[in-house]
């Protein structure tokens, strides 16, 4: 880590908040803490001091803790407790049913490469995604995924009409950098990234931190996504931040991670804040 400064910068100010059920620092009261640190967010013991107000749009109370950079804006929770997330995992290996073929690859550069992972696409009838060169029609949702997904309404206040699902067999299995900003999703809707099984890094970098040749300094954002677990990435972070699900070796249990997002129906891009 770098040597300290008088005043933090806007990177340094990432606040971290929680209650004392499903919380992630150890220390008692609401603690602020450069991104430069790997928050390890399963961690319990936080009492909350001050309730933000802008946490007053989820509908259900669960503890949410706020992760800022510049231009990035994520909310963190704890959605399922473990027992329920052995289940729901459980449920998901029986239900869900991955790409194979053609669609179990991805272009970069204009060539086509197998996908390090499993992946699988879900959502109302007759919606598309494409990314990567590849176009993924949805399949039907199966009951879990329903539960998953209103549950995630529940805690939020938004809806979701898709959901892209990456299986990892071990630290292995890996996602490259990439942002989520294809022209179907809403841009006014945030993606919910529910994780279930292995807890795995999730690493943020900004757009102009990226390669040798970057124009700034900025450190990224460290994260490690605990079974059970919801990341809420509100925008614009898609507009400056890139992430990535890196290698780790020592991982050698499966997880699997599902992200909801809301595809535009028509060209009006209709707003997800519906009324529940």
């Known amino acids: 880590m770098s040597t300290p400064i008088a005043e933090p910068t806007v990177m340094e100010k990432f606040l971290l908040q929680g209650q ?18 790997k928050i390890k967010l399963e961690e319990k013991g936080i009492k909350q001091e001050n309730e933000d107000p802008a946490l007053e749009e989820f509908s259900h109370p669960i503890p949410w803790q706020k992760i800022e950079a510049e231009g990035l804006d994520c909310d963190y929770a704890m959605l ?14 029986e239900e869900v049913v991955y790409s194979t073929g053609e669609e179990s690859k991805v272009q970069v ?4 490469y197998n996908i390090p992972r499993k992946q699988a696409a879900y959502g109302d009838k007759g919606l598309e995604y494409t990314y990567s060169g590849v176009t993924r029609l949805a399949c039907s949702w199966t009951p879990t995924l329903e539960y998953i997904r209103d549950s995630v309404t529940t805690a939020t206040g938004q809806t979701f009409n898709f959901v892209l699902i990456n299986r990892y067999k071990d630290g292995q299995d890996h996602m490259g950098e990439h942002r989520d900003d ?3 999703l809403d841009p006014s809707c945030p993606i919910a990234s529910v994780s279930l099984g292995a807890a ?8 102009d931190a990226r390669g040798k040749h970057s124009s700034r300094h900025i450190e990224p954002v460290k994260l490690e996504l605990a079974h059970g677990s919801l ?10 931040w890139y992430h990535s699900v890196p290698v ?10 599902l992200t909801f997002r809301r595809i535009v129906l028509d060209t009006s891009l209709k707003t997800c804040q519906d009324s529940l």
């Open 20 to 37: 004392k059920k499903h919380l992630c620092t150890s220390g008692p009261n609401v603690q602020r803490r450069s991104p430069r640190k």
């Open 109 to 112: 550069f204009g060539k086509m």
């Open 231 to 240: 990341l809420l990435m509100n925008p614009p972070t898609n507009t400056f």
């Open 182 to 184: 294809e022209h179907e």
């Open 200 to 207: 795995r890094d999730f690493v943020f970098r900004h757009r």
């Open 80 to 93: 399922f407790p473990k027992g329920e997330a052995d289940d729901l995992f459980s449920q998901l290996e």
């Open 248 to 257: 780790r070796r020592k991982v050698l249990s499966s997880r699997i991670n």
